[in-house]
């Protein structure tokens, strides 16, 4: 490493490298391509930012292609790195990160992430040009303005928050930023890093590394560092803020909490609660923030993580928890679990098991009642910690090395699990004893009804043959719709993504009661509507 590089290190009081680190930065130093898995609080951004400062120090001119003026009179830069992030707050980061790591040397600089209140500035920043440019990579960013930034001269690309920026519809973005003026990948190196890495990311991601490309994964891939002491609490919805009041008077006085919500309102009214009950700076710090704080950010000091709304999805809690316990220190997380979370109850349950956490009785009754009716999602989409190149190996369940194109799995605990079922099978019977005497939409699964079937004032007659269905929601099981006199199928009867499926046999709908009327007649509901065909 550059001696520079080395004394800025120094200065940051790092002491010795991260695994991820440890491995990225010779990896990029040689000028190979790389698809970094680690944990989050891993250290990812230093293992980028590192070999990037040390080339262009090296190599001096020789890294940086002169400028050139337009024919409109602009002068053109040509930056030798350009770093992609999702959020305009983790770009900020990475900007701050390498001035801190090019202090006192002849590197710029410089950050693009749009916006009404310092865009010009941002702009007027890039007419100086630089070395290092951090951006997110939105519509009105990108191309960049003519005249100003060209990428002809990039020979370092990084995408952090990769699956992120994937997921985030930035997809269309990125390729075009690559295909416009930067060189091809056989002439550039391009990393990516993430806390997670999904096989469909994978294949994607292929599109913009070299084919021999390293891939790294350390630890286990998708899941939580054991640093972090979790705990998962089953409340109601309205004992929430009693439950964090009651966590919050237990802090030391130095010890930062960071709490998590779903939604802005919530986040305002949560901080405004807290402010009448005088938490206040200097006293209990606490921070109330959105999803927006939960991936990348590294904020400092924070010794407990409160999910106050539980996420939707799995990888999201673990980027959330892993603002705290970050480097090698220990934190806390705790989270409310109530009703509506039940869906995550299967994950999160095994992602404790997998960190030798207890998971408590009430969240492995869920995820036993969830597996037994095919709820939750599957665990292969959750991990990412396999390399997914034909002929490239996985190192096993228990991590190892596979040099036929370079995979390292840095694990001594199995980083993939898989749990496997056959394909839905409907019973000629329902469980409640109604006989599927039902036929199915073609397009959203709804049940229709045999012609001349007479509705009572709830919708439908529970003494009929007709069982009607419904797609499922996101939220509560099947049998947890209130009743309404319903006549209710079996889960084994349930599609991945709602309706049923008829199978062979069923019998046909038979001839309409006596006195019944018809379609055409259309009887009142009690909401004064009729069937509509």
């Known amino acids: 490493m550059h001696e520079w590089v080395q004394q800025n290190v120094d200065k940051s009081g790092y002491k010795k490298p991260t695994p991820v680190q440890k491995y990225s930065i010779p990896t990029l130093l040689g000028n190979r391509d790389l698809m970094s898995c680690a944990q989050t609080g891993s250290g990812k951004t230093a293992a980028f ?8 120090l090296v190599n001096g001119p020789e890294a940086i292609r002169p400028s050139s003026m337009s024919n409109s009179g602009r002068r053109t830069f040509y930056p030798a790195a350009l770093v992609l992030a999702p959020t305009r707050e983790l770009a900020i980061q990475i900007h701050k990160e390498a001035a801190k790591f090019s202090y006192r040397t002849n590197i710029i600089t410089a950050i693009l992430y749009g916006g009404r209140e310092n865009y010009r500035e941002q702009i007027n920043r890039l007419r100086g040009g630089c070395h290092i440019l951090i951006a997110t990579p939105g519509k009105k960013l990108f191309p960049f303005s003519p005249g100003y930034i060209g990428l002809a001269g990039c020979r370092y690309l990084v995408l952090d928050e990769a699956d992120r920026m994937l997921d985030m519809g930035f997809e269309p973005q990125i390729r075009k930023i690559v ?29 913009f590394l070299k084919p021999n490309y390293v891939f ?72 109330v923030a959105t999803a927006v704080a939960a991936r990348g950010l590294d904020i400092p000091n924070v010794r407990h993580v409160v999910n106050y709304d539980l996420p ?29 979370n039940r869906a ?60 036929v194109h370079c995979t390292f799995h840095l694990s001594s605990r199995p980083s993939r699990w898989c749990f496997c079922s056959g394909p839905p099978v409907v019973p000629p019977a329902m469980q409640n004893g109604f006989t599927p005497n039902f036929t199915v939409g073609a397009m959203n699964g709804f049940a229709q009804p045999p012609r001349g079937y007479p509705p009572q ?27 309404v006199g319903f006549g209710q199928p079996g889960f084994s009867a349930m599609m991945a993504r709602g309706g049923f499926q008829p199978a062979n046999g069923f019998v046909p709908p038979g ?11 259309q009887p009142p509901f009690a909401n004064g509507r009729g069937f509509e065909l």
């Not at 060189?183 to 990393?191: C, G, L």
């Not at 990516?192 to 599109?207: E, R, V, Y």
């Not at 803020?241 to 008077?249: D, E, G």
């Not at 969240?363 to 991990?383: D, I, K, P, T």
């Open 511 to 521: 001839p309409p009661p006596p006195g019944a009327p018809s379609f055409q007649q």
């Open 457 to 483: 004032q709830n919708g439908f007659s529970p003494q009929s043959r007709f069982p009607p269905s419904f797609p499922r929601g996101a939220g509560a099981p099947f049998n947890s719709v209130p009743p």
């Open 216 to 287: 790294l994964a350390v630890g286990r891939v998708g899941s939580t560092s054991e640093n972090i002491d979790q705990q998962v609490l089953l409340v109601e919805e309205f004992d929430k803020r009693k439950m964090l009041m009651n966590i919050l008077s237990r802090e030391e006085n130095d010890s930062l909490v960071l709490v998590f919500v779903e939604t802005k309102r919530g986040a305002n009214e949560l901080a405004y609660a807290l402010q009448r009950q005088q938490i206040k700076n200097g006293t209990n710090p606490v921070l």
């Open 49 to 56: 930012l590192l070999p990037i400062i040390h080339h262009i």
């Open 179 to 207: 295909s416009q003026g930067m060189p091809p990948k056989s002439e550039r190196t391009t990393a990516m890093f993430s806390a997670t890495f999904p096989k469909q990311i994978q294949t994607l991601a292929q599109d």
């Open 344 to 403: 995550l109850a299967r994950d999160l349950s095994q992602l404790l098991s997998e960190a030798n956490k207890e998971v408590p009785d009430f969240l492995l009754r869920m995820a036993a009642e969830g597996r037994s009716q095919g709820n939750g999602r599957s665990v292969n989409r959750r991990f990412g910690g396999s390399d997914q190149r034909r002929g490239g190996g996985t190192g096993g369940n228990r991590g190892g090395f596979t040099y």
């Open 312 to 340: 939707g999805d799995i990888d999201e809690y673990v980027h959330r928890i892993g603002r705290t316990g970050r480097c090698g220190n220990t934190g806390r997380a705790t989270s409310f679990f109530t009703e509506k």
